[in-house]
């Protein structure tokens, strides 16, 4: 496609309750969104215009990865959005294909550049009629959905916020955990659901190689697996742990591109690896690690980073891929949101349904993105 110009757009999304985990409190969604607007050839001779949407998942602080919503709007705004029109002001085609060559240069911050070629990709498939799920080559019209509870106040409090996600249909429950929220209320859990429930935890790197005690501890009671006990540079520790403990190891936070999944694979370092598409630099990478994995028998299932109904939507085309065979962090809009940017997904008996209008299929709704609106600009290029 021709660029005519790109759009960031800042949103802050209050969330319905505050989402605890081992690294902070989040109380609203801070995201960028990047609109890219542009051209295709049409059938005749004029081109045709297209536009698409991409959403930067990096948060408000740094707390889950370096990346941060302002740090992402300036290096989209000053080094990757330029870039982007330099080339198509150069007469280049701008593909999603081209997308990631095109901002290598720039060391880091992929889930900035996530958003880039998401949009872009929105953009090319909404001109092709095609959507993002056929692109990716899904297989599947509906998804499971899983829920990720933050950690609550009181173990009490913890069983009402689960027994309303289990009658709600979600198919899996996955527990937040830190040191000291770890062991008791994996165990009220267990008790209190009974052993069909599916049910892992997730320490967002919040132990240490010496908290292997603890951390074993965990083994009795049937979990999936644990996600990113360890912190993120730790690869080689996580294959020490798993020595130590027989809960599956999945990855999140470690796992920024294809090589450092391949890495860890190699290394033994996981048995399970969770994908998002923003912490590994886009969905067409995220799709590469799809494929390394179904090729290494290892598992894998989509994570979630409190998207808006842009990034659910391509999340769940992604998670209908063959090799995502364990329920992902999609859930329904309304987990966190009174209401979303799109048309909300719902929950039908436990599952997602994967859009399947061409690009993202779902677009937003432009009266609630202004109310959410904190800032807007405009880039171009310039002659
Ligand atoms: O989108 O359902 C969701 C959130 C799932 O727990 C979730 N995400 O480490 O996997 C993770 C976290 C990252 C965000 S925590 C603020
Ligand atoms: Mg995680």
């Given amino acids: 496609m021709k660029i005519t110009g790109v759009e960031l757009r800042t949103i802050r999304m209050p969330l319905k309750t505050p989402f605890e985990t081992s690294f902070g409190v989040e109380e609203d969604r801070v995201a ?6 542009g051209t295709v050839p049409g059938r005749g001779e004029h081109p045709v215009e297209v536009q698409g949407w991409g959403e930067c998942v990096a948060m408000e ?42 901002l290598e240069p720039i060391i880091g911050h992929r889930m900035a550049k996530a958003a880039v070629e998401m949009a872009v990709l929105d953009a090319q498939l909404r001109g092709s009629g095609q959507s993002l799920a056929a692109f990716f080559g899904a297989t599947r019209s509906s998804v499971p959905s899983g829920v990720s509870v933050g950690i609550q106040p009181s173990i009490p409090a913890l069983l009402d916020v689960v027994g309303d996600y289990l009658a709600q249909g979600y198919v899996r429950i996955k527990l ?11 165990e ?24 292997a005690r603890v951390l074993r501890q965990l083994d009795a009671f049937d979990l999936l697996l644990i996600e990113q006990p360890l912190p993120e540079d730790d690869i080689r520790q996580h294959a020490e742990l798993a020595k130590l403990i027989t809960t599956p190891i999945c990855l999140d936070e470690s796992v920024v591109s294809v090589r450092a999944a391949a890495d860890a694979i190699a290394m033994r370092a996981c048995q399970v690896i969770n994908i998002k598409a923003g912490r590994v630099g886009g969905y067409l990478n995220a799709r590469r690690i799809h494929d390394l994995c179904r090729a290494n028998g290892i598992p894998v299932w989509c994570g979630g980073m409190l998207e ?10 992604l998670s209908a891929l063959p090799g995502f065979t364990l329920p992902g962090d999609i859930s329904a809009s309304d987990r966190f949101y ?21 690009g993202l299929g779902v677009t937003p709704i432009r009266d609630v993105l202004d109310q959410v609106t904190v800032a807007t600009e405009w880039l ?3 002659d």
């Avoid at 960028?32 to 607007?37: G, N």
């Avoid at 979303?340 to 859009?355: C, H």
Wanted: aromatic fraction near 6%; avoid cysteine.
């Fill in 308 to 317: 808006t109904g842009l990034g659910r939507a391509a999340n769940a085309a």
């Fill in 32 to 37: 960028v969104l990047v609109r890219v607007v």
């Fill in 188 to 211: 009220a859990v267990r008790e209190h659901f009974g052993e069909l429930i599916l049910l892992q935890v997730d320490a967002n790197a919040a132990y240490t190689l010496a908290d």
């Fill in 61 to 102: 602080m740094p707390l889950y990865s370096s990346e941060y919503a302002d740090a992402a709007a300036d290096v989209l705004r000053r080094f990757l959005v330029p870039r982007l029109l330099a080339e198509s002001a150069a007469g280049r085609d701008v593909t999603a294909e081209l997308v990631e060559p095109l």
């Fill in 176 to 186: 937040k955990i830190k040191p000291g929220w770890d062991v008791a209320p994996v």
């Fill in 338 to 358: 009174d209401q979303d940017i799109t048309e909300p997904f719902v929950l039908d008996d436990g599952r997602i349904q994967v859009p399947t209008g061409p």
């Fill in 380 to 382: 171009q290029a310039t």
